[in-house]
């Protein structure tokens, strides 16, 4: 019998009733883990994640928490240790956005978006942090292994680096994981937990519907795409997945780009 990647082990996905984090929170249920799928206002969507995963033979339980709010993201760690014991993996994903012109977006824009890409990564990220090194010190199987002791994948976006007029909340929200990311992975290093981050490029979901959906704008976004497709939440998955195994152990505080190539300046293609 073929052993799974993550038997056993225990993972949350924020933001996974929909989109890249439902293909998370389902890649990692069929390879084994036991899964927390979070969703902060649609029950229906998630609950549909949570009974995909456990038809194909798999653990899930649903967990409404808003990542923007403390007390909230507390008791969604709080829940998983008491259904499942501990946390191996994060899967740092809930984002959104609220797009607007410089000139004309208002606070409220900004504030939203800062509160659940940024804050809320700060968020899971110091509650996951806080229970990895709680474990280890109650658990000796772990303390003297060499690998890490828990994982930490941020979603962030190929807007960590390409700057994106109209959408500078989301711009200024990606690139600030990028920084916090790496700080955090240079600080949790010695605890033998691994940060990194995924920055997806064009990837299907329900967030760029209007692009995709639209004929005139697809084609339009190829061009910005040297592979030329767009990508699939499994795209992401699967390299999010890789970043949580073992297999990535000496991978720490790195950046990802699934993207077709877009972060390669597609406009020199043919000498600018
Ligand atoms: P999506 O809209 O399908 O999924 C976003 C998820 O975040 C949803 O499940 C939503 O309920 C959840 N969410 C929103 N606010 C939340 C909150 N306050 N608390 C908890 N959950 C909340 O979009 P997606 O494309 O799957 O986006 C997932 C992540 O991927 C986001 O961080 C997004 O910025 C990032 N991303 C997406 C693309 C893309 O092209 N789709 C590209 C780069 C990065």
């Not at 206002?41 to 609950?47: F, L, T």
């Not at 329900?206 to 795209?235: F, H, M």
Request: aromatic share 8%.
């Amino acid at each position: 019998m073929i052993e799974l990647a993550f038997k056993d082990q225990v993972v949350i996905v924020t933001g996974s009733s929909s989109g890249i984090g439902r293909a998370c929170a389902v890649h990692f249920g069929n390879n084994g883990a036991h899964v927390v799928v979070n969703y902060s206002s649609n029950a229906a969507e998630g609950q549909q994640v949570v009974d995909e995963i456990r038809s194909n033979g798999g653990t899930a339980i649903l967990v409404k928490a808003d990542v923007s709010k403390e007390e909230e993201v507390k008791a969604l760690f709080s829940q998983t240790i008491n259904e499942f014991g501990r946390l191996d993996i994060l899967v740092s994903n809930a984002g959104l956005q609220k797009d607007a012109p410089f000139l004309e977006m208002t606070l409220e824009q900004w504030q939203k978006v800062i509160d659940v890409n940024l804050t809320g990564q700060f968020l899971a990220c110091r509650e996951a942090a806080r229970q990895f090194i709680a474990q280890t010190k109650t658990t000796t199987e772990t303390t003297h292994s060499e690998l890490a002791v828990g994982k930490i994948v941020l979603m962030s976006s190929v807007h960590d680096v390409i700057p994106w007029a109209g959408h500078v909340n989301y711009a200024a929200s990606k690139g600030g994981i990028m920084m916090f990311m790496k700080s955090i992975s240079q600080e949790l290093a010695p605890h033998k937990i691994r940060v990194n981050s995924v920055s997806p490029g064009a990837i299907k979901t329900p967030i760029n519907q209007e692009v995709w959906s639209d004929p005139d704008k697809y084609k339009d976004l190829l061009q910005l795409i040297p592979y030329k497709r767009i990508g699939t939440a499994q795209d992401v998955a699967k390299a999010v997945a890789w970043l949580a195994s073992d297999d990535s152990d000496y991978v720490n505080g790195e950046t990802l780009y699934i993207d077709g190539g877009m972060t390669l300046y597609p406009e020199f293609a043919d000498n600018g």
